[in-house]
């Protein structure tokens, strides 16, 4: 019977936008006059349109395209990036506004949503309540931040106490992309290369890599991380990385933390991925063979990307039955504690 139950399908990296955070988005970008490639792709948007519109909805369109696609539940999470652009006092307002809004969703369909906290890293203490009060309070099923934060990843030490609230909540932390810090961007601005196409995962991939190789996961061996995108191009480069770390790592003035295992072991330890728009079984099979088959979920990254393309690939990926199993939903429902 196993092959013709329905496949339950929770959809992980979901995006919904609030008009708060959409006004707060436009007063930045109206002051903003250096370019800035984030800010680009909003001002794009400023004017509205279907993609916007369907960010703004959580309970109309949004449950049809699910159900027309059979789309069991979505992870919510506030769209990129987050309140990571605003000042401090927007960025608080607009994160626990946005959780509360979550929260109410999430009640009146308890069986078709779930969601991340969006959190201010730049006010790191008030980040580290509002995961207390989101997560630990009103039950979100983990947090949300968009890669760098000021051009600066969370393996500064400044942003510990956010990994340590995270950790302590038993919940992961989910990594997702925006546009390459400062340090990086100009050479992908040729030809657009700053965005999903390859800028993403620069960017989100250094970022994993340096949180591994700067000891976050000595000092918090329990944080779990999820990065999207089947892994951000790190686990395909995982023999490169443990071989030239070790070989780096014996060079007299190398300084840098000690690890008690390699990277790779420490990914396969502390990070889960997701296929959030790569609808492509050699990466599947790839991440199902060196991560094994808990830590692979399956997401669709709408409204960015097509639900039943994605749908439809996963409940047809040339996977055995059990592994489909864990990929659609039994392995989102234990990583993210998903009871329903
Ligand atoms: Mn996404």
Redesign the pocket.
Known sequence: MAGTDKLRIIAT?E?FATPAQLAAIKEVADRTTDYDADIFLWKRMAGGGPLTDRLLDLEGERIEIMDAAGIDMHLLALT?TGVQMFDRDTAITVATEGNDLLVEAIKRHPTRFAGLATVPPQAPDAAVKEIDRAVNGLGLNGVMINSHTDDEFLSEKKYWPILEAIEASGKPLYI??RAPNKLMAPAFRQDNLEYAIWGYMAEVGLHGLRMITGGVFEQFPHLQVVL?HMGEGIPFYFYRIDYMHHMTGQWPETQRAKLSLTPSETFKRNFSITT??VNWDPPLKFNLEVLGDERVMFAV?YP?QETHEAADWIRGANIPEDVRRKVASGNAERIFKINI
Do not use: I, Q
Request: proline residues 10%; aromatic residues 10%; charged residues 20%.
């Open positions: 990296e995006a990129s997702h992309p999207g959030s728009g990254d960015y």
